[in-house]
């Protein structure tokens, strides 16, 4: 059974104090991880896919990067604008996906 | 109007009543999905559909039934509903299904069951 696990479940940062979320996963055959960006009350927004180790993507204060177990979300120099929940979620060659609970993070100014 | 929008943002309904949920998608796109987002729980996929046909039905209780009109509409139909069924419902699309992974959401339908 495929399996994702996001930690922490939620992350307290000040402003400008850099860290990283994990997403763990077992998965047979993945075709791709991917990280989206929701906010209350809203839809989840596309971030980055990544399909293979050692790819690495970036946009602004966010980085991911992917192993063959783990993608890991790097935040550098978070804002409070930065603050939402981050969901992980993979997708197989058999054509499921399977979304992590994932990690709410609060930058505080 | 871009991107996905749905319709109405809040719902509110008994367990006799009969409501539905309507999404809309402006990306062209070919692909459509209902999914159940509850608290404390991961996104669950409820639906699929590919080109207006149903591709993928998770087990999903028969008081849920979906709808695929043409390729930019996607409709929830819901009937006598239990109050577990609350949750934030969410509709995506993308460009087809071997683009599953990019898939763009619209801002959900938070329906609560009384």
């Known amino acids: 059974e495929d399996q994702v696990t996001q930690s922490p479940e939620a992350l307290r940062l000040q402003e400008g104090e850099s860290s990283s979320l994990n997403c763990s996963y077992t998965v047979s055959g993945l075709r791709g991880l991917f990280w989206y960006r929701q906010d209350p009350g809203k839809g989840p927004e596309f971030l980055f896919t990544l399909y293979s180790a050692g790819e690495e993507k970036e946009k602004e204060r966010l980085k991911a990067t992917l192993t063959k177990k783990e993608s890991f979300l790097h935040i550098t120099a978070p804002k409070p604008e930065d603050s939402a929940t981050y969901l992980c979620?993979?997708?197989?060659?058999?054509?499921?996906?399977?979304f992590g609970d994932g990690t709410t993070l609060t930058v505080k100014p | 109007e871009t991107g996905v929008t749905q319709t109405p943002r809040h719902l509110v309904m008994g367990m006799t009543n009969k409501k539905s949920l309507k999404c809309e998608q402006h990306?062209?796109?070919?692909?459509m999905y209902w999914y159940k987002q509850s608290a404390k729980k991961p996104l669950e996929l409820m639906f699929v559909?590919?080109?207006?046909?149903?591709?993928e039905n998770n087990s999903v209780p028969s008081r849920f039934s979906p709808e695929c009109p043409n390729s930019s509409h996607l409709f929830l139909h819901l009937h006598t509903l239990q109050p577990e069924d609350s949750a934030l419902y969410l509709c995506?699309?993308?460009?087809?299904?071997?683009?599953?992974?990019?898939?763009?959401f619209g801002p959900g339908t938070r329906l609560l069951v009384l």
């Open positions: 990306l062209g796109h070919n692909a």
């Open positions: 995506a699309s993308s460009q087809d299904l071997s683009f599953q992974e990019t898939q763009y």
């Open positions: 979620a993979v997708h197989t060659n058999a054509g499921k996906s399977t």
């Open positions: 559909y590919n080109f207006k046909e149903q591709t």
